[in-house]
């Protein structure tokens, strides 16, 4: 494609303006996620550390919303659902450390710490080895640094309405989580495994602690995965990172 | 546990699995069933979230102004309307109900 100039975008060029816009898109989900967190029973500082340190925001929406609803007795169920959804962001580094690895141990933490579903799905996207490393430090960078000042953002806002409930926080929070699902819905496999996870976390709640259910829904991915019942042969059900 | 604990805790082990994904090498992933079944723990994860905040209130299943809601969620996500938009809307949907019903 050519620009305004008559002259082509460089892949890097394109892997930058792609990066930039992938991280604004993401970086706007921190408002839900710092209301959700102040909502849950966090404070303001609280929030902030969890997008500052986890910085991965499907493992921070599960903390919260595990604590949402046992609050801090069910602090081992939330710390559980946190490491089972980030489980997926180790194997993004294996990945990743190929392409953005290996300059030394400072620049192999900050590419670590800047590991999560948008920077890597952006790098991966790329054609070439430098386009690749440039979405990967863009995306990160861009999404880690919007993440946090609207996680901020948020929490002020939540901290602000006070009865969150009455706002319907509650309700957002089951569609924040919809929302980072849908993605993946995609194969008959993955539709499967979320109907039966649901229905299971529904079936356990009137009979275990808060938060297991969540955690016991992983079974179900277990099962489907060591099966690969309903899969394709062949095929990884990898949602946008494929 | 402390609050403080927790959040300290489970942001501690959320690097670590990052930082280890750079430190093992790469054997484990390429069987295809480790890789299948991380990928379908997400979904499991999500979808059982979405479950319990959707249905439960503490270990009590009830029906409220939230299924509403999540059900104008899956409508726009379907119309392919931006995330932000989508968690505003249910927000105010679940908010109108329980001001002008008096649904929980």
Redesign the interface.
Known sequence: MTGRSGRASTPVQVATRQGIAVGI?TA??G??FGALAVAA???IW?TC??SL????G??Q???V??????G?SA??A??T?????????????????PIV?GNGWMR??A???L?IDESTAVALAQKDLAARRRGFWVTGLVVFIGWNLTTVLGALIGDLLGDT??????????????????P??RSR??IA??????????AL???V??GV??I???L???V???T?WL?VR?A????NTS | MTMWQIILLASIACAAIKLAGYAVPPHWLEKPTAARTADLLTVALLAALIAVQTLGAGQQLVLDARVPALVVAAGLYWLRVPFLVVVIAAALVAAALRATTGMG
Request: net charge positive; proline share 5%; charged share 10%.
């Open positions: 898109a706007a989900y408002v839900s029973g966090l404070d609280q550390v969890l340190l986890m910085f991965t499907g493992s929406f599960a903390l919303g595990v604590l949402a609803t046992g801090v602090g081992p939330a710390i659902s946190a490491i089972l959804l980030g489980s997926r962001n180790a194997a993004y580094g294996m990945r990743m450390k690895g192999d933490i590419a670590a710490w590991t409930r009455a706002y319907g926080l509650d309700a957002a929070a089951a569609a924040a989580f919809l929302g980072l699902l849908w993946r819905l496999q993955t495994v979320a109907s039966a996870a649901a229905v299971l976390a529904a709640t009137p009979v602690a808060p259910p969540v016991a829904a992983a179900v991915a277990v489907f995965g060591a690969n899969g062949g990884s059900p990898r949602g």
